[in-house]
Each structure stands twice: as structure tokens, then as C-alpha cells.
């Protein structure tokens, strides 16, 4: 017969198995582009953002499209 202290040892067990394994299931928070980071200069990053991740480019650069655009052709000369 089993006692009610391995009873207990067994449901905090079984508690303790189910919250590690709800932890292993979050979502990674990183975006796909990001994880790629290292085949991109940066020149290919703004491209790839700008076409196909326009939130993410706001994001990234902190303003819009023809801000940047405007700024670079500013400082276009000095390069």
C-alpha cells in the first residue's frame, strides 16, 4: 500500500515535470531576419527590411523610409 508522504512526493513530482515541460514550450522571440543577421551586410539588411519587413524597418533604423533616404542623400557627398 502506498503512504500518504510517497503520494505526496509523486503529486509534487508529476506538478514540478508539468511546469518544466509548459517552460520548454515558449515561442522564440526573435524574428527570422534576425537569426540570419550574420549572412547580411548591412546594406542587404536595409534592402530585405525595407521590401519585406516595413515595421521592422521603422524599428530598426528608428524612422521611416524617406527619412532615411532624405538623411543619406545628405550625407551622400562625404562618403
Known sequence: MVSNT??????????ALKRK??????????KEWYKKRNRFTHEHLLN???DS???DY???????????DYLLELVR???
Open 6 to 15: 510517497d503520494l505526496g512526493f509523486l503529486a509534487l513530482t508529476l506538478v
Open 21 to 30: 515541460k509548459q517552460q520548454k514550450k515558449k515561442r522564440p522571440w526573435s
Open 48 to 50: 530585405f527590411l525595407r
Open 53 to 55: 519587413e516595413p515595421e
Open 58 to 68: 521603422m524599428n530598426f533604423l528608428r524612422m521611416d523610409q524617406e527619412s532615411f
Open 77 to 79: 557627398p562625404d562618403i
